[in-house]
Every structure is written in C-alpha cells, then in structure tokens.
C-alpha cells in the first residue's frame, strides 16, 4: 500500500502496480486499518471522502465498505488502472503531482491518507500538501493520517524485512530509508523517507491542522498472525487531525 506523491514516480510501474495491486489487509498492514473503523466512527460526521494516494484503491474500497461516498485521487496511471479494474463503479481520478485545485474547497467530511506521506522527502512539501488538504475538509471535518513509524526500518516485521539496510539506524528526519516488503512478488527495496513525530508535530503546526488523536497500534496474541516485533513496537502511526 505504500505509494509514492512525489517525483520519480516509482509506483507508475506496471510490474510493481501489479505486485501491490495484490495485497490485502492482512500481515503487517493489517494493524495499520484494524482500528479504523472505530477511529472514524468516534471522530467523523458526514458520508464525503476523500483518499488521497489512493494507488491501487485497496483504502478507497476499505471507505466504501464503512459506507462512505469515497473518491480516492493518485498520480499514477498504473495504479489507478489497477484500481478501476478491482472497482469499475469506483470514483479515481488523476492528479498532478501536488495539484488539488481540481477539488472543490471545504467539501470532505474525512480525507484519509494511507502512507503517502511516507514518501514525500521535503519537509516544505509535506506541509504545502497538508495545508491544501486542510482546505479540502468540510467545517467539523476531519482527516487521518496513517503513516509508518521511524521504528519500522529498524525490525523485523511479519510482512517486512530491514536486516539489510543496518544505515537505517542513522538516519535522521528526512533522509532515505530502505525496506522490503515480503508479502509480494517484487522483491526490490521500497524507498522511503524517514519522519519522526516530532517531524509531524512541526508540519501539522505549520499547515493549520490540530492534533486530536494519535494511536501507535500494536499486535495481540491470539490474533491470528505470528507477530514478530508487532507484539512490542508499533509499525504504524495513526494521527487525528482538524483544521485550527
């Protein structure tokens, strides 16, 4: 489900398109959308939504299955391609790279982004997103960001290995990271760029947006995964967010 916003576009490949057009919710990624439903519930009001870095529609269907009136928006071809033939009554649309004018201001009770964050390197950039994202919500909307922990590119995981990039311990806010995801065919290293939460805090300042809630989920024995690090350090972080 990682997606890139941001030049180069890897993720326009069709070889890895397909690859992660594959995956669903389970391993690793599982955690990332198993409080979901209870987050929305508590915190939205309203049908309207709008999930941005949408690549292959997984996330899109996930809204449309809680009952949502979802449109999910991506700059890659290959990917939406993926998406319209896994949803062909679905709403995806195109976008340029950081272009969102094409939207209509204040008119999604929920934008949701599933890792697209991960893979935008500028701090500057980051914020310039949120904050027209922040535009896009409707009064007491509300948009929740998922995106991967610092700590996920240092252990090892039920879907994901970084035993190979041991540089990933050193690196600091905004510098690339490597990891492989193991739960699909393509085996070559996903490139991200590494954010820690006070990284978050400083750009959800800056962009208008307040910090309502923030969740860390981690595995429970008896679910029916054999957890490895999943079980003591959270892969994922899930931030709550309105407009100031």
């Known amino acids: 489900m990682k997606k890139s916003l941001s030049t180069p576009n890897a993720y326009n490949d069709a070889q890895r398109a397909a690859a992660y057009a594959a995956l669903e919710l389970r391993g690793t990624y599982y955690l990332a959308f198993r409080d979901l439903p209870a987050i929305i519930a508590n915190n939205v009001k309203g049908r309207a939504a709008l999930d941005f870095g949408c690549g292959a529609g997984r996330s899109t269907r996930f809204l449309k299955q809680l009952g949502f009136d979802a449109t999910g928006i991506d700059i890659s071809p290959s990917m939406l391609a993926m998406a319209r033939k896994a949803d062909p009554h679905g709403s995806y649309r195109l976008i340029d790279e950081g272009d969102l004018s094409g939207l209509a201001r204040r008119s999604f009770d929920l934008i949701l982004s599933t890792f697209a964050f991960d893979n935008i390197p500028d701090a500057a950039r980051r914020v310039g997103l949120l904050r027209s994202l922040r535009e896009l919500l409707s009064g007491q909307g509300r948009m929740i960001l998922v995106g991967s922990a610092a700590e996920i590119y240092t252990h090892e995981w039920l879907s994901f290995t970084t ?13 690339p990271v490597r ?45 029916p995964y054999p957890w490895r690090a999943e079980l003591s350090v959270a892969p994922w972080v899930i931030y709550v967010l309105g407009a100031r």
């Open 163 to 175: 035993q190979q990039f041991v540089e990933n311990r050193e690196a600091r806010s905004g510098e």
């Open 179 to 223: 990891i492989v995801l193991t739960d699909v065919a393509d085996p070559r290293p996903i490139v991200d760029f590494i954010w820690f939460h006070e990284d978050y805090l400083q750009a959800f300042a800056a962009a208008g947006l307040e910090l309502l809630e923030r969740h860390q989920p981690l595995g429970r024995v008896g679910e």
